[in-house]
């Protein structure tokens, strides 16, 4: 028995007991304090910002990713449905009309495929043979500055003497 302590002697038993102060309540150690708890919330907290902005940020970044990819099965399909000519030539006005797409967009849904090439006139490709092709899928709607999201592609084409 704690607190207690017995004594015997000539055959009887008493039993004396010492008086304990109990422990003021505001110095008893059995919880956390107020600045712990705060603190613990408070790296808690920032632990979770961050980690949920990395993961807007990698969601953002798969999105991106997944319309690339399908700007690049675009930018496939428009040079396997519209190969490059054997010998292109130009109009009157000087524009290489054998590469000219007008905007397709029954390639991919909600992509719109165009090729043009730049001017350039009978003397001009006679003399380098080298002319500039530019290639362009677009997507999406136009943002507030007019401006639509779109991939170019450039080409330098040189044609073959015959």
Not at 28 to 38: A, H, P
């Amino acid at each position: 028995m704690s607190g207690a302590s017995y004594l015997v002697g000539r055959g009887r038993r008493t039993r004396r007991t010492t008086a304990r102060a109990a422990p003021a309540p505001y110095l008893r150690k059995d919880g956390f304090t107020l600045v712990e708890v705060l603190l613990a919330a408070l790296i808690l907290g920032v632990g979770l910002t961050v980690l949920l902005s990395s993961l807007s940020t990698c969601l953002r970044t798969m999105s991106l990713a997944k319309q690339y990819e399908q700007v690049e099965w675009a930018l496939g399909l428009g040079e396997l449905t519209y190969p490059d000519p054997e010998k292109p030539s130009t109009d009157a006005t000087g524009v290489v009309k054998d590469y000219a797409v007008d905007g397709d967009s029954s390639l991919v849904e909600g992509f719109v495929f165009e090729r043009h090439a730049d001017e350039k006139s009978d003397d001009e490709l006679k003399k380098d043979r080298l002319f500039i092709v530019h290639t362009t899928v677009t997507w999406g709607e136009k943002d507030e500055s007019g401006n639509q999201p779109q991939e170019e592609l450039v080409r330098y084409v040189w044609q073959r003497p015959h």
